[in-house]
């Protein structure tokens, strides 16, 4: 590696974390990297070596782009099952408010006409509860 492209590495370095945990890693004084920067000392190995490992770990941990793709198709995801499990409550509710008012309308033609007012004052209890309950479930 030549001085110069040396020269370019560790004033990159130094551009990218900061001066002073530049020079806290590589425990060395502020004049010694200004005299390495003007070329009015070499470099020495032991500093070259812990640089590239330095620039190495910068190259690597760079943070990855995300793409928006990815988010909005796991929007839409979340949204169809959103989707799904209301409309599975919802066909809960109005099974359970049918049978409700075919029970009730059953057992109250039996005894009399104010007794199959169940027919339609059951359905109606019993869809406002399951709602309620399936409701703070969620």
Same mark, same amino acid.
Request: hydrophobic content about 50%; cysteine-free.
């Given at each position: 590696?030549?001085?110069?492209?040396?020269?370019?590495? /560790?004033?990159?370095?130094?551009?990218? =974390? +900061?001066?002073?945990? $530049?020079?806290?890693?590589?425990?060395?004084?502020?004049?010694?990297?200004? %005299?390495?920067?003007?070329?009015?000392?070499? /470099?020495? $190995?032991? /500093?070259?070596?812990?640089?590239? *490992?330095? *620039? %190495?770990?910068?190259?690597?941990?760079?943070?990855? =782009? &995300?793409?928006?793709? &990815?988010? %909005?198709?796991?929007?839409?995801?979340?949204?169809?099952?959103? $989707?799904?499990?209301?409309?599975? *409550?919802?066909? =809960?509710?109005?099974? &359970?408010?049918?049978?409700?008012?075919?029970? @009730?309308?059953?057992?109250?033609?039996?005894?009399?006409? $104010?007794? %199959? @007012? !169940?027919?339609?004052?059951?359905? !109606?209890? /019993?869809?406002?509860?399951?709602?309620?309950?399936? +409701? !703070?479930?969620?």
């Amino acid at each position: 590696m030549s001085s110069e492209r040396a020269r370019e590495m /560790i004033s990159s370095i130094i551009e990218a =974390i +900061g001066i002073e945990r $530049f020079l806290s890693e590589m425990n060395v004084s502020r004049e010694d990297v200004d %005299a390495w920067l003007k070329g009015e000392r070499p /470099i020495p $190995f032991h /500093i070259l070596s812990k640089a590239l *490992k330095m *620039k %190495a770990e910068l190259y690597y941990r760079k943070p990855r =782009i &995300a793409r928006v793709e &990815a988010y %909005a198709r796991s929007r839409s995801v979340v949204s169809t099952a959103v $989707f799904k499990k209301m409309l599975i *409550k919802s066909t =809960i509710i109005v099974l &359970a408010m049918l049978t409700s008012s075919m029970i @009730g309308y059953t057992v109250g033609s039996w005894y009399s006409s $104010f007794y %199959a @007012g !169940l027919g339609l004052f059951l359905p !109606l209890t /019993i869809g406002l509860v399951l709602i309620l309950i399936l +409701g !703070l479930k969620s």
